[in-house]
Each structure stands twice: as C-alpha cells, then as structure tokens.
C-alpha cells in the first residue's frame, strides 16, 4: 500500500440525486479518515445542477452548513479533459487566464444513489483505466435496483418476501388494472418502494387500496419504475456488513435496528438524535442483535455467499427481516456502499475505519492491478476481408 501514499486519492460525493445530503455527511468522513491515515486526498464535489468543484474549502463538512450555496458560487468550476491519457482522471478549469489542472489517481467513490453507487463513476473509472474503490459496474447495477436485487435473491435460493415490479407508463396507462393485480397477488400491508433510492426515500407502507394508489404516485415521483412487496410483519431489522481486501472476506457482527414507525425512515437513519445510519443514536441500535446465534450465523453466511455471487469488491451492506413470531429470515436488500461505511458497526466488530478502508484501498488497487494484465488485443485480417455485400455502401 505504500505505493499509493504517493498516489492522489480523489473523494467524489454528492450528486444529482435525493441522497445528495448524505453523500456529503459520507464524502468529508471518508476524507478526515483518509488524511489521518496519511493519504494524499481531494475533495470531489459534484452539485445538485451537475457541476463539479474542487478546492481546499470543500475539504470539511463545516463548508456545507448554512447557505454553502453562495460560497460555492465563488469556486471554479471543472470539467473533465477527456484528451487526458489513460491511467489518471484529468480535471480542468474553464478559465484561461487562471487555468487549473488536477490529476487523480485513484477514485474512492462516496455516492449514495444513481450517478455514483449504481456504476456509472465505475464505468468512468474502467473507461480510463483507473483504480477505484468499492464495488464494480454489474455489482453496484444489480445491488442498486431493488427490483433486480430480488430476482438475484430468488434466483440464488434465498428467501425473500414476493414481489411485483411495474413502470411509470404501466401506471399511467393502467392504474387500476395494477391496484387489482396487487391485491390479487399480495397481501395487505404491503410496502412501496422506488426501484433506485436509498435512505427510504419515497417509501411507504400501504394498508388500504387508497394509501396504495398513494405510495404509487410518491414512488413514481422519484423513479420511473417501483416494486410493491408484501410486508414482514413483527419483525426484527438486521443487517450485515461485508468486507474484502480481495483475499479474505469478512462479515461484522449483526446489527438490530429500533424503531416505532411502520419502516426504518430516513428521520430515525440521519435526524433524530444525530441518525442512527451514522452510528450516532446509539439507543436506535443493538450490537450485536438480540437474536439467536442460529440467525446470526445465518445472516452472515448468506451475507458472505452474496458478496460472491455479486462479485463484490471492498464492502457491501446486506439487509435481512425476521418474523420474530414465525422465524421466517427474509433477505431484503444490497447496499454497495453503506452510509459513512457502517464504522459503528465494523467498531463493534473489533475492526477500526481506518482498517476498513486500507482494506478498500488495497482491493481496489489489487483488482486494477490485475485488470492490466489481461490482453485486449487480437489480431485479425477481418477489416481487410470486410467486402461482403451488407457492408458496401451504396453506389
């Protein structure tokens, strides 16, 4: 890992989606943590209009309080220089007369949500040949969408609560024939759920046809498609978290989450006592869960199976619902990269953050290690033989 102390780790967040906020609270963590490890960071900060910022204001979370907006206005915009070569990320400023230039080296993506944790950075970093942190473009796809996150589940054998999935034009064109469908495939209550969004938002529990058709229309307001899932009921809210230095794949201990409302809402994760997703309303959580060393163990096998099917990288987060009545264990959902990494939770664990993330750092440079030495090159006569009729232009 000392060879990417001379590296410079570029720290993307924000971004053009409803969990903007939260990638921030997730970016500057990462960059505090990454500098008092002695890694040469910068801030990549990515606006709710799309514009990109760097500069050493950005570097703490105190920027962001109050009406950052303004500030920000007076930072440079950049842009990508997509002439650059291969193997670094070139941003640039627009200005002439005071042109800047940054080289990045390695990517730790700390997106939450499309444009970042669903492989679009992942794509950018491949495309220019770039070691990133975390997980790949297929894995942080499939794990985004719960929609193929349940099929992936119910292909794999592992028992999740049933499910429909619809579009927003299937809504428009057919909003009755869909309320019918779920009321004859599932079962009151059921929950609604945006395909794409994380931090529960757009979620809602539906009792009734008519808080149904309302879920629909919240869910649809944030993506164009949504799945409607029975509800566990009497349940108990675990997850797991797994990492992965490209060798050895650990899982953390079981974390149970309190709440009193229908669902596990954003206000209980990020607000309420400084937000349980955070680790910071301790009273919201227990570590380890107080369940049965049979879920327990389970939960991790089947957490630790995941990120091998997925073909994880770094870490991932996995969800689970128990029916404390009927001890039913359902697998419920993918997090490809957990808010501020879970580091309550891998603490409780008996592993620091620092180690969590050199454990990132050190995947992610191991697979970009192996990725070059694989031949993208065949030598073929096929363009010199290409005269067959299809390929003619026409006279």
């Not at 080289?103 to 950018?124: C, K, N, S, V, Y």
């Not at 975390?134 to 796809?141: E, K, M, N, P, R």
Request: glycine residues 8%.
């Amino acid at each position: 890992m000392e060879e990417l102390k001379n590296k410079i780790i570029g720290v993307f967040f924000g971004g053009q989606n409803p969990e903007h906020e939260i990638s921030v609270i997730t970016g500057e963590f990462v960059i505090a943590e990454l500098k008092k490890m002695g890694y040469k960071t910068i801030a990549i900060y990515i606006d709710k209009n799309g514009a990109w910022f760097s500069d050493e204001k950005i570097l703490e979370l105190k920027f962001f309080k109050g009406d950052y907006k303004k500030e920000l206005g007076k930072l440079p915009n950049y842009y990508f220089n997509l002439s650059s070569s291969q193997k670094k990320i070139m941003l640039q400023t627009g200005n002439f007369l005071n042109k800047k230039e940054i080289a990045i080296d390695f990517i730790f993506p700390a997106f939450h949500g499309l444009g970042g944790e669903d492989g679009t950075i992942q794509g950018l970093a491949e495309l220019f040949h770039v070691p990133y942190s975390g997980c790949g473009i297929y894995s942080s796809a499939v794990s985004i969408d719960k929609c193929f996150t349940k099929k992936l589940l119910k292909s794999l054998n592992i028992l999740t609560s049933d499910f429909l999935i619809f579009n927003k034009q299937e809504w428009a064109n057919n909003a009755d024939g869909i309320v019918k469908k779920i009321k004859d495939v599932l079962e009151f209550p059921v929950f609604v759920k945006p395909a794409r969004t994380g931090s529960s938002i757009g979620i809602s529990k539906a009792k009734s046809l008519e808080e149904l058709k309302n879920a629909l229309n919240l869910a649809f307001y944030y993506d164009v498609k949504a799945i409607v899932e029975n509800s566990v009921e009497n349940i108990i809210d675990l997850t797991c978290a797994v990492l992965s230095d490209g060798k050895k794949i650990i899982a953390s201990e079981v974390q149970e989450s309190l709440f009193e409302s229908d669902l596990f809402d954003y206000s209980v994760k990020y607000l309420e006592d400084g937000g349980a997703q955070t680790g910071n309303a301790e009273s919201n959580l227990v570590i380890p869960a107080n369940i049965e060393d049979k879920f327990a163990n389970q939960i991790k096998s089947i957490s630790k199976q995941i990120f091998k099917e997925i073909d994880a990288n770094g870490t991932i987060r996995v969800d689970f619902l128990l029916n404390k009545k009927t001890g039913e264990l359902f697998a419920n959902e993918i997090n490809t990269l957990p808010g501020t990494l879970y580091h309550h939770l891998w603490n409780k664990s008996g592993i620091e953050i620092s180690e969590v993330l050199e454990k990132m750092l050190k995947n992610g440079f191991l697979r970009w290690k192996e990725s070059q030495k694989i031949n993208n090159d065949f030598s073929t006569d096929v363009l010199n033989n290409a005269n067959q009729l299809k390929l003619q232009m026409p006279k």
